[in-house]
């Protein structure tokens, strides 16, 4: 499989996460679109996806960095640089997003607590959701290796490509296909 590759605006990187996270198809109600490019003021990931009728959010404020969002329903791109560091966007339809940054696996480096990023996020529109948001470069691990995507819905764990495990674990970068920047 050729590298993942990350172009500059307007083209994306366009997949569609549409696998449990052992690879056995999923249904299309947890389908969830992401797209991925390069602005001039960093990585711009955009998510999109059905609204479920009880979509698990947190409570308090949209908008707004939320902790452990990965107990709710949530989209997440996990990029790799060559080192093994490694950063985690997170974005819930409700608006909640967490960005986490790793200096080995699950050796949390960063919380990004006062990381306030360009983030647009729309729900309810036409029973689907949408969340963007800019990843200035400064934080985007270089030279990048690899990138994964997941979702977690309804209790349902998605994944662009599958993670080996008897349980779902996200935290597999060694695992992850090669991606990369385009220069």
């Known amino acids: 499989m050729d590298a ?4 500059k605006q307007p ?34 990931v955009r998510v999109h996806g059905i609204l479920l009728p009880n979509p698990r959010t ?14 709710y329903d949530v989209a997440e791109l996990f990029l790799v640089g060559e080192d093994g560091k490694y950063l ?15 200096d080995g696996v699950r050796h949390r480096s960063n919380d990004y607590v006062a990381f306030n990023p360009d983030h647009r996020n729309s729900s309810l529109v036409a029973g689907t959701w949408q969340s963007i948001i800019t990843i200035p470069w400064d934080m985007v691990p270089t030279p990048l290796a690899r990138l994964n995507a997941f979702a977690i ?17 996200f935290h597999q970068p060694q695992t992850y296909p ?3 920047i385009a220069a």
Do not use: C
């Open 4 to 7: 993942l590759l990350i172009p």
């Open 153 to 169: 819905l309804d209790g349902q764990h998605l994944a662009l490509n599958p993670v080996p495990g008897k349980e779902p674990d």
């Open 88 to 102: 985690e966007i997170e974005l819930g339809p409700s608006g909640h997003w967490l960005v986490l940054g790793f």
């Open 58 to 71: 947190p409570s308090g404020p949209r908008d707004k960095r939320t902790d452990e969002l990965w107990n």
């Open 178 to 180: 090669e991606a990369r």
């Open 11 to 44: 083209d994306s990187l366009y997949f569609v996460i549409n696998r449990m996270w052992n690879g056995e198809a999923a249904p299309e109600q947890y389908h969830v679109e992401m797209w991925v490019n390069q602005s001039q003021k960093g990585l711009v």
